[in-house]
Structures are given as C-alpha cells and as structure tokens.
C-alpha cells in the first residue's frame, strides 16, 4: 500500500528559515527513487496550488514562482523521503503542505497519491 | 487568481447530473496538455478522479466522467449522491510557467 506521510508542520515566525521549516515526507508501498515527487499546498479556505516538483535522481527540479528562491525541495532515496526547506517564509505562505506522487503523462503529469498534509502557520 | 477557471460551486438534487467546467489557454489545455480532475472531501487530502482528461483510476464509479475540448474540460457526475458533496479541481500543466496549474475549485453541494 503507498503511503506518503508528512511531517514538520507547526508555528514559525514571518522570515523565518529555522530547522522547524524544514518539511519532511516519508514514502512507502513503492519504489520511491523511480517516482517524480511534487509538494501542493492549500491555504485555510482556498484551493490547491502547485509548489515544486523534483525528479528522480534529484537533478531537475521546477519551482511555482512565488516561492522560487526562497524554497527549496530535495529528496533522500535511500531514506524513502522528500523535503521542502522553506525559507523567508511570508504570512501567505499559511498552508497545509501536501506530498504527492507525480506520473507522468503525456507532457504534463498528475498525482496519484496524496499524504494527509502537515499545517503550516506563519505568524508573529 | 488561479489559471484554470472553475465555477465556485455546482448544485444538484440526488439522482441528477451536473457539470463541472474547466477553462483554460493556449499556454495549458489549449497547448494539448491533458486534464486531471481531483476530489476532495471535507477534512480530508484530493483523490484522484480522473488523469488524461477521461481516464477514471481502479475504484473511482463510472458515474463520473471527462471530456477535453479547445482550451476546455468538463467533469460530469451522474446519478448524483449525498457521498459526491466535496471540492473537486482541475489540473493542467502550463508551458509558460513550466509547472502543473489547478482550478480554484468548485463546491458541489447535493441538494
């Protein structure tokens, strides 16, 4: 059974960049270093929104442009796991964070399986 | 503002159907990148529903449905149900901004 399961949420204050902003995602049920890996987010009340995906071996990696340069997705294939590091992190960056799995399909891609999302709250 | 357009909310009395739209442009749908469409129940992460624009995932009933044309999608749901009452969105990919793109969501509430 695939499993994606986030963690890392929680409180940080507007500009943070601490260890706390640091998401993490554990996958299992599958061969996670064969996947493309993205991270969705949804603010309290809103729809989704797309915020980077990363390849295989790690070596593309593709940005939404509000978080280009301050976001920075990387992944451990031995340790079945991804990352969002989320820096100078903005008020509007408010959001559960979503890891899903990307398949790829004729040019684009969809996600197949979602984890449960961890709430980030950025605030003074 | 997202870059595919969705209505903000479809309604419906059990046992109906209703439809769902997508539009989008010449940089996304238009460009021939196919539609996903997602469900997302209260409380709960989106489920897949469709990929590649009519495709329905092992489990997902064959009451739902999609159709892409032009710069456009539509989801169709029939013999509506109390357990259909969720968001769903649409997904495309964008060349101009080189990611994935969803629709702000439509509301469907079973009257």
């Known amino acids: 059974e695939v499993q994606l399961v986030e963690s890392g949420g929680g409180l940080v204050q507007p500009g943070g960049s601490l260890r706390l902003s640091r998401l993490s995602c554990a996958a299992s049920g599958f061969t996670f270093s064969s996947y493309w890996m993205s991270w969705v987010r949804q603010a309290p009340g809103k729809g989704l929104e797309w915020v980077a995906n990363i390849n295989q071996a790690g070596t593309e990696k593709y940005y939404v442009d509000s978080v280009k340069g301050r976001f920075t997705i990387s992944r451990d294939n031995a340790r079945n796991s991804l990352y969002l590091q989320m820096n100078s992190l903005r008020a509007e960056d408010t959001a559960v964070y979503y890891c899903?799995?990307?398949?790829?399909?004729?040019?684009?891609?969809?996600?197949?399986?979602w984890g449960q999302g961890t709430l980030v709250t950025v605030s003074s | 503002q997202s870059v595919l357009t969705q209505p903000p909310s479809v309604s419906g009395a059990p046992g109906q159907r209703v439809t769902i739209s997508c539009t989008g442009s010449?940089?996304?749908?238009?460009?021939?990148?196919?539609v996903h469409w997602y469900q997302q129940l209260p409380g709960t992460a989106p489920k897949l529903l469709i990929y590649g624009n009519s495709n329905r995932p092992t489990g997902v009933p064959d009451r739902f449905s999609g159709t892409k044309s032009g710069t456009s999608a539509s989801l169709a749901i029939t013999g509506l149900q109390a357990e259909d009452e969720a968001d769903y969105y649409c997904q495309s990919y964008d060349s101009s901004l080189s990611g994935s793109v969803f629709g702000g969501g439509t509301k469907l509430t079973v009257l």
């Open positions: 899903a799995r990307d398949l790829r399909w004729r040019g684009s891609y969809y996600n197949d399986y």
């Open positions: 010449n940089s996304n749908i238009g460009a021939g990148y196919d």
